[in-house]
């Protein structure tokens, strides 16, 4: 069976405390969009900081590609996936090197094509410097936006099977988000992509829709009918 799957899965951050997390059970299908949905505190970070193998489960399976997460090298695993979140740190070096941090080998024509994916290359292409630009602290301040776009670089450039993207473009006008998000759909056509967002229409765009709710799942389906249902 291919794909992320979670079967009964149930962690507590602290024990004796309530379960951030509760018998959660969903997939994550191969080479598909899913949605992933929930009020704030419902389990989602929570959700993503067990993907990044940040902790384990207490209880329950998380499955990638048949095979229990636990029994998958680490760095095998980290190496397939990348995560694009809504707050980005920037470094003090060049475009390229921030962008470079996420791939030490990325040649300068894989970090060109990650920000054109991303939909930031227009704005570097209009720097007087472009690639060498320095930002961070003592270089040119980037808005929210272009931020999040920079981060967003960052994790195409790794060219992951597995992309998460945790309200990664909240700083985005809905149609920038909508547009760098095909893009970046088209890019990674056949991959699995985890989609955190808030936004109606990003979810309607999905292949696959996970609601959770205090940490259970509420629904799991089409759009069509989780959003039904909802
Ligand atoms: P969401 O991302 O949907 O907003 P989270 O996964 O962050 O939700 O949170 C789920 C639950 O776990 C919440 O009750 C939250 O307070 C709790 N929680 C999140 N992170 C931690 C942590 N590091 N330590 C203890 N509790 C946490
Ligand atoms: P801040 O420095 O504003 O508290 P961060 O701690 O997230 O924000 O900053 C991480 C790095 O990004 C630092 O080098 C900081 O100077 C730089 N930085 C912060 N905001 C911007 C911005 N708007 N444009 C470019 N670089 C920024």
Redesign the pocket.
């Known amino acids: 069976e291919d794909g992320i799957s979670f079967r009964n899965v149930t962690f507590r951050y602290d024990a004796g405390t309530e379960p951030a997390l509760l018998d959660a059970t969903f997939d994550i299908p191969a080479g598909k969009t899913t949605a992933l949905i929930g009020a704030s505190g419902a389990g989602k970070t929570t959700i993503v900081n067990l993907l990044l193998r940040l902790y384990s489960a207490n209880e329950g399976d998380i499955r990638v590609d048949g095979r229990s997460i636990e029994d998958v090298r680490r760095t095998d695993w980290l190496g397939m996936l990348a995560i694009a979140g809504q707050?980005?740190?920037?470094?003090?070096g060049t475009v390229i090197e921030n962008v470079r941090m996420a791939k030490n080998d990325a040649s300068e024509e894989e970090v060109r094509q990650a920000l054109r994916v991303a939909g930031i290359s227009e704005v570097v292409e209009a720097l007087p410097d472009k690639y060498d630009t320095w930002?961070?602290?003592?270089?040119?301040?980037?808005?929210?936006g272009?931020?999040q776009r920079l981060g967003l670089a960052r994790a195409v450039v790794r060219n992951p099977k597995f992309l998460i993207l945790d309200e990664a473009m909240s700083a985005l006008d809905l149609a920038l988000e909508e547009s760098i998000r095909r893009t970046i759909q088209l890019q990674f056509k056949n991959r699995t992509l985890l989609l955190i967002t808030h936004r109606l229409e990003s979810v309607r765009d999905a292949d696959h829709v996970v609601w959770i709710e205090n940490g259970r799942v509420r629904a799991e389906g089409p759009p069509a009918k989780v959003l039904v249902s909802r």
């Not at 707050?87 to 003090?92: A, P, R």
């Not at 930002?135 to 929210?144: A, E, I, N, T, Y």
Request: proline share 0%; charged share 30%.
């Open positions: 707050d980005v740190d920037l470094v003090e930002v961070g602290q003592h270089g040119l301040r980037f808005s929210g272009q931020r």
